[in-house]
């Protein structure tokens, strides 16, 4: 039996499946996120021991791990939190953001690790608020992201998967290495972790051997096989992820080189851009009684186009941390049903927009994630793009790759390859194909609206 363990921003689940692959069991708890952005260590490690205890009870004898990523935590030698987790949300860095660092966003090569959403400044948040300098130069406490917490609870190695190392600021992504100066122009003094790939023997945990350690947006890649150029992956949960495969290193400009998976020494790529809660954007429509689930899934866009900004934490592409969520062009007669046909529309036309800036040939898009069960997003996704847009029948993307990584140590599933059925999503939405173009003019002025977010 295979263990999967998924801490993601809003649930920890646990998943518990046969050698055939077929799901056995499946259990979870809420992770509660702050207004702050931040969540409670202390609840992801009591999560962690109570779903390996329920693993071991149902007969798992090998499991994994994904965690959300870019996000911090400190704990001492005896695993015991030091702070918060700063999770990927958290903004409240105005303070640290002086300008030196808001100039040295525009070098070359390093620019994109000192914008204000990096997460550098979260580690510097937590450097600062908890006052680890002394400790971390003693070697008596780390400070890494939420995967080297969770490794360093269940094997007391100072560790962080490839996945998740080359998305914390310090680690190349093509090298694996530290990149030079971030430590001293970020003004830390930082003790880094060995760096793992990510199927490995990390050891034995309760009677169980811990085998896979990865991110999660990267392990639903695996998952969907969008491991091969083409083939992307467009998740739809906290936020919005869109996954180009590159297969081999790339950089583009606004776009985050991806590490897809490292394994048996070999090291697949990608780009990524994202778009920060846009799912709790919809989720906060649901709680102001303003649409529910079942309504925007069967929703038939129509009417006058709303201009919407899904971005309650601002915009990582285009670069725009400033920006918060808004609808614009309200009119008198504006009716609901054509706000939320905005919101579904857009969330459609920002995948669009990031493969056509990105200059991504697509061949097909694969999309999971919670929000994957929206029809109207997915008609709406397949009226825009030119490339046949796919559903798996079991969203839960994150779990699948890591068993996809599982399965592969025992010779039972090939990387590169899909696990799962998929079904292809039909539609044509003349209000989709029509508004897209609206929405890129208007897009143009983002900058001209930064005053009135900032004094928002």
Known sequence: MYGVLDIGTTKIKIFVYDKELSLRYRESVDNVT????????????ASVKHFLNVARERGVRRFGVATYRASVVAWDRGGRPLTPVYTWLFDRVDDLYSRRFAA????????????????LFRFLRAYKDGELGSCLKAGTCFLWTLDGFVAYLLTRR????????????????KSFRPIPLVKELLGVELPLPEVVENYGDFGNVEGMEFRVLIADQQAAAVAEGATNRGVVK???????????PTVHYAEGSGLIPLVLYKVGGGTRYGLEAYLPAAGRFIDGLVSLGLASYEEL??????????????????LQYPHAAWVRGALMGLRLYTKREEVLSSVVATLSFYVKYV???GGYKAERLRVDGGGSRFDSFLRCLASVVEAPVERPDDYEGTARGVLSLLAYGDGLAELGKPLGRFTRIGGESLYCKRNFETWVRRMKFLKSLKPFFQTA
Do not use: C
Not at 104 to 119: A, E, N, V
Not at 297 to 314: C, E, K, Q, R, T
């Open 355 to 357: 493969l056509e800036t």
């Open 34 to 45: 702050f207004p702050d952005g931040t969540q409670d260590p202390n609840h992801i490690a």
């Open 297 to 314: 899934s069967g929703l038939d866009p129509g009417g006058d186009y709303i201009y919407v900004l899904p971005a309650p934490a601002g």
């Open 104 to 119: 040295l966003q525009h070098l070359p090569k390093l620019g994109i690790l000192f914008r204000k959403y990096s997460p």
């Open 158 to 173: 100072y560790v962080s998967d490839a996945t998740n190392a080359t998305l914390s600021g310090f680690i190349h992504p």
């Open 234 to 244: 467009v998740t739809l949960g906290t936020g919005l992820f869109v996954d180009m």
